[in-house]
Structure formats: C-alpha cells, structure tokens
C-alpha cells in the first residue's frame, strides 16, 4: 500500500511541469532575474553576435593554413588522327605545312576532360594574418560584453517591475483600507441624518462622499499599475501562470550597502563592461589598422600545382615546345610572391581605419569621466531615498495614529466628519510617498550595482 502511494506520488511529481512547479513557489527577485535571463531572446541575440565574432576569428586563423584549389570540366571536342603536319604526317622534310582541319568534325565527336588544382601554403604576410586574428579575438571580447550589457538591461527590467508590482500592491490596499473607514464613518453620518441624532449635517454627508470618489478614482490607477506590472513580469520570465504569487509579501526597503563612494567608483573602473568593451575594441583597432597597412605588402607562398586534361578521341601532340590543351599531365611544386595594391585606395583605407581608432579614444575619455559621475549620481540618490524612506516611514504611522484617534473621536461624536477627511488625506498622502520613495530606493541600488558592474 505504502509502494502504491509513493509510486503515484512519484508519477505525479514527473507530469509537473517547471511552470506548475514554480506557480506552486513564490517567486523570488533573483528567481525572477534568472527565469528572465532564460527566456529573454535579446540574450541569444547577443549571444549568436559572440559566435559570429568566434567565426571571424576563426576564418582568420584559418587563412594561414593549407588553401586548395580544383576546377574540372568535361566538354566536347574535333576527333585527330595523325601528327602536327598536312594531312595527318608526323614527320616532314621539306616545304612542311601544319595541318589547318582545326573545326572538321568530319572524323567524329570526342570527349574531353580537364583537371587542374593548387594546394597553396602562405608562407609570409608581413604582419597581415596576425593583425587581422588580433582583431578577432579582441572583437570577441566586445560582443561579450554586449551580452553582459543586455543582461543588466533585462535586470534592471525584471527590478522595476517586481517592486513596481509590490508598490501598486501596497497602494491598493491602503486605499482598500482608506475606504472601508469612509464608507464606515458614511454609514454613522447616513445614520445620524435619519435619526437626526448627533452634530453632523448634510455638508459632512457630502464630504465623505466626495472623499469616496477620490478614493475611488486613486483605487483604479493603482489596480491598473498593479495588474500592468504583473502582466510585465509576465512577459520579463515567460510564466504562463494567471497569477504570480511573489516571495516578498509586502514593499520593503532593501539592504543599504555598506561600500562608500570611493570603492563603488573604484568597482565601476574594474569591473564595467563598457571598460572592457573600450579596452577591446582599442586592441582591435589598432590591430585592423595594421592589418591594412600591410595590405600593401607581399605574400610569399609555396604549394603545389597541377594540370590534366585527356580526350581520347585526339592524338596527344607529343612536344615540349607546344602545348596541348587536350592531352596533358603537368605537376610541379612552387613557391611564388602575390603584391598588389593601390596607390589610391590603399592610404585611404588607413586614414580610415585610423579616425575610428581616434574616435574610439575620445569615446574611452569620456567614459572615463562619465561613469564614475553615474556612480556617484546613483549613491547620493541612494542616500538621500534611504534617508527619505526613513523620515516618511515616520510620518506614515503618526499619520495613521491621527486618522485612527480622528475616525475614534468621530465615532463618538467629538469630531467632525472634515477631520477625518483630512486626517486620511494626510495618511493616504504620506504612506503612498513612503511606498514611492521605497520604490525608487530599491530601484536606486540595483541601478548602483548596474553602473558599478557588481551585483550583490
């Protein structure tokens, strides 16, 4: 009986799926970050760009190697009988007239077929081949870091819009709240006007019921946002579920890091991947710009060649001083120079080649003092969210004792109906700016780990 169950529990546990499996778990931020990372295709795009980059190298590093050559045909061609002379002689003594019959096809059709190939082996480029697989390999470290790039990118997408979610979670159900207190402090004032009981006149009727209405109208926002994060952190992971349940119940302020701003700087000058890329594709350029000032010197090579053609329709034509095109076997290793190039064209291409070089430079002085100011926008911008955060969690619950003593003195008919509206206006206003302010401190340190390359 006990094997019976396991065994079921066992094929149950198969015909789950990952996505049943993790609508079962709430959803963590890092959980969120990974599913994101997987089902992003913008990371495989990136990532197909790292293996074209691999492909150039290895294209260069194949150019050094052993380059074969083969061209065949088979083709028709005048059947000969006889030798060179008139009228087929081989030999000739005096006044000897070579034959003139070369289109008479009246001895008939032949075939003819022809062979010739290369096996070719560069033996010196001068820096060329060299200069040119530097620059792969330099290229790929770029395209890498553009997959780390586009991971930040898909980080920073997947924080938003889970603290965003939890935000316009918390909003709605403080409004949720918020209201359930007016339309109690309503049902009193209803109440009191029919049995014309207690001090409360119809202007407090109104006022709560204008109250509700703003309430109201701040509930639908707050529910559209709540439901349009959701749904983006839908499409951010790829789950399929109708529902995410999410691990963190409510908005909180994350961890404040403990680094001070010299250290984060310092990080951003070690670790950013723009650095890297900058560092990268400097080499790389500078390698693509000897490559093409060694355009214009030789290639020394050595191989072997041949060539080979038969019709067996023809009588080979047996002379070392004529060659025959049809009948022929020539085989020979060699060793040859190829240079070429263009007065023109060739310092062009250097100028050009070298700007970009330039303009890449200037590109890595900037980034060399704009990333450390990125640096240090984000941590004041911590600090101060964090400090913010602090003072208007503070606020939000003496706000929320005043509504409580408002709505208690209301109740027992001490108040007017006015004070309790302002006291919820000031608590719906302080605790929804702590939920902001929140929000946008825990947004502010993932940003700080994006611009210092380091993630915690």
Known sequence: MIFRSFKTLTI???????????????????????????????????????????????EAEGSGGLRYGVNTFLALTNDVEGGFFEDGQTTCSSNCTPRDDVFDIDEGISLWGGLTFSIIKPLATFGRLESYQNAAQHNILVKRQDVELQRDSIRLDVVRAYYGYLTAKDSRLLLEDTRKRLESALELVLEWLDEDAGTVSQSDRYALESGLGLIDNFLSEASALETIAMAGLKVLTGIKSDTIELEERRLKLVALPGRDLEEWTQLALDNRPEFKQVEAGLAARRALVEANRSESKPIIFAGVAGTFAYAPGREALDNPHVFDAFNHAAVSPLLGMRWQWEQGAQPARVAQAQAELDALIQKALFARNGIPFQVQEQYVMMHSKFKSAQAMRKSAKSARRWMIAAYADFEAGLEEASKILTAMQVYVLAYAEYLKVVNDYNNHVSKLQSVSGVYE
């Open 12 to 58: 149950v546990a198969l015909l789950l799926t990952p996505q049943m499996l993790l609508a079962q778990s709430p959803l963590s931020l890092d959980r969120a970050i990974e599913l994101a990372f997987a089902h992003d295709p913008r990371v495989e795009e990136k990532e197909a760009f790292v293996r074209q980059a691999q492909g150039l190298l290895a």
